[in-house]
């Protein structure tokens, strides 16, 4: 049988095509889903619903300050040039102890005015005796004596204002004393804060201070309360501080002030716990974790916050009743914290909850 060259390719072409339009059509098959599934593994996420106790611990974020009423500040109270600084950085120093020497030219006139004092004054003495000794014998008069004691005594105040105006700034009278300052710890404590370094010229309108000295033995932990659980914080509750450096160490301290002012930005409250810091174990700035416990008022369904939607004066949720079906149950919240929303329902412990997407489930179902 003769067959021709047209017809001989059209049959070869189409003996091809064949397994290709097989293996479309089974593929077809093989993807395709039911109309009523959703992918839940990439599109929505859920959580578990559980039974949890009320009484809990409130967990918020903080950090260590110190005790404000027992840090002192030390300023420049002359101008001139930073010759050393002894008081390093976290060190602990003495009352009275110098912390860093300054070369000042107001200290230079303080000296000059103590050594013209007292020059007047060793005048005013020697005139005062001589006079006496004159009046002894009627070689001068009474009212010349008692000009001569006057001046003494005008002499004797000059000098005692200059030796306390030196006494003040840590100089001593002399030939041989130096016109420097010495800038004294006003009390004993760790320098947490220094701003000063040799060869810096110094002012005394300064805004800023050389040092911060501070008693560590008791600090300030200044805790983070968001809007929800500030029904819960309270003035003289006790809590549980853990701080970063220290994950297997626990302090305990008093709630003592809590702000009045939401900070605009973190929408939180500032609240303020005091504990005793014997070991000086806490630094300022430390990173911390406060828990608060609760006390007992029965138990309640928790869910994550997330899964909580809220749309025309009432509470929903969007419950998993099986891979790919949901449903929307009504709820009513008993109490929010940080970490959970207690809820009463149809729902029960070990129930599946949307909480990633849950709201574009919610338009689904209100649809």
């Not at 605009?264 to 504990?275: K, P, Y």
């Not at 700035?285 to 416990?293: G, I, K, R, S």
């Amino acid at each position: 049988m003769n067959i021709s060259k047209t017809t001989f390719r059209l049959l070869i072409a189409g003996l091809l095509a064949a397994p290709v339009l097989s293996l479309t059509a089974c593929g077809d098959k093989k993807n395709e889903l039911p109309l009523n599934t959703k992918d839940t593994e990439s599109t929505y996420r859920t959580d578990t619903v559980q039974t949890r106790n009320l009484a809990q611990d409130l967990r918020f974020t903080g950090k260590v300050s110190y005790d404000q009423r027992r840090v002192d500040q030390v300023f420049p109270v002359v101008s001139g040039t930073v010759l050393n600084v002894s008081a390093t950085l976290g060190s602990h120093v003495t009352q009275g102890q110098a912390l860093a020497t300054v070369q000042s030219a107001d200290v230079s006139g303080y000296l000059n005015d103590y050594n013209a004092a007292q020059s007047d004054f060793a005048v005013a003495k020697r005139t005062a005796d001589n006079t006496e000794q004159l009046y002894k014998t009627n070689f001068a008069s009474e009212s010349d004596l008692i000009a001569a004691r006057q001046g003494l005594i005008k002499a004797q105040s000059a000098l005692n204002r200059t030796q306390q105006i030196l006494k003040l700034y840590g100089a001593s009278g002399g030939s041989t004393a130096q016109p420097v300052y010495q800038v004294k710890a006003p009390v004993s404590g760790y320098v947490v804060a220094r701003n000063i370094n040799p060869n810096t010229q110094l002012r005394p309108d300064n805004a800023t201070p050389l040092f911060t000295i501070s008693d560590l033995s008791r600090v300030w932990i200044l805790l983070n309360v968001y809007e929800t659980d500030v029904e819960e914080v309270k003035v003289g509750e006790p809590v549980t501080i853990t701080a970063l450096a220290y994950p297997d160490k626990q302090f305990t301290g008093t709630i003592t002030n809590i702000s009045n002012v939401v900070d605009a930005d973190t929408r939180v409250l500032q609240a303020r716990v005091e504990l005793p810091n014997p070991d000086g174990l806490l630094k300022p700035d430390m990173f911390c974790t406060v828990a608060l416990h609760l006390e007992d008022s029965g138990e309640g369904l928790a869910l994550n916050p997330k899964s909580v939607i809220f749309s025309k004066d009432k509470y929903f949720v969007v419950k998993q009743e099986s891979p790919g079906k949901y449903r929307l149950v009504p709820v009513k919240v008993v109490r929010t914290t940080s970490q959970y929303t207690y809820v009463t329902g149809d729902l029960h412990d070990g129930d599946q909850v949307v909480t990633e997407g849950s709201l574009l489930l919610f338009n689904d179902l209100t649809d």
